[in-house]
């Protein structure tokens, strides 16, 4: 892991990048969007109607063969009805260390979902949880 820091008018800002291919990112993301495509029993056609896209670029981009531009990302976000970070962010190193607030609130939105909902965070929480 590589640090930076640039100072903006006073205030510094630290980058933290991560050392991967795109292709490998492009793999992790198409990864995560099939599975929460396929956990909200979503098919790629459906999906596709959704973010304007065709379904074969769909399918190119769930395989991680094409890059993904963040245009894109968001459109598909926006048809799984998830934030653009549940594609893209890596979870934090070691896990578990939540603040209580935020536990609360994700239990306080879990509760408010339909069964469905809870079954693709699931699968959502699984993937995110496996890629590091």
């Known amino acids: 892991m ?3 820091s640039w100072n903006f008018n006073g205030a510094v800002a630290i980058i933290r990048t991560v050392e991967t291919k795109p292709q ?3 793999a992790r993301v198409g990864d995560r969007i ?3 495509r396929t956990a909200l029993g979503m098919t790629q056609q459906n999906l596709a109607e959704l973010a304007g896209l065709d ?3 769909l399918s190119r981009i769930e395989c991680g063969r094409i890059g993904l531009h963040l245009d894109t990302v968001d459109r598909l976000a926006r048809g799984l009805g998830l934030p653009m970070s549940a ?3 890596d979870p934090p190193q070691g896990g578990g260390d939540a603040a209580p607030a ?3 609130e994700l239990l306080q939105m879990y509760d408010m979902l339909t069964p469905h909902r809870r079954d693709a965070l699931l699968v959502i929480a699984r993937a995110l949880g496996t890629h590091t």
């Open 24 to 26: 490998d990112i492009s």
């Open 87 to 89: 594609l893209v962010a």
């Open 34 to 36: 099939r599975r929460a």
């Open 55 to 57: 379904p074969a670029s």
């Open 102 to 104: 935020q536990r609360e």
């Open 2 to 4: 590589v640090s930076t």
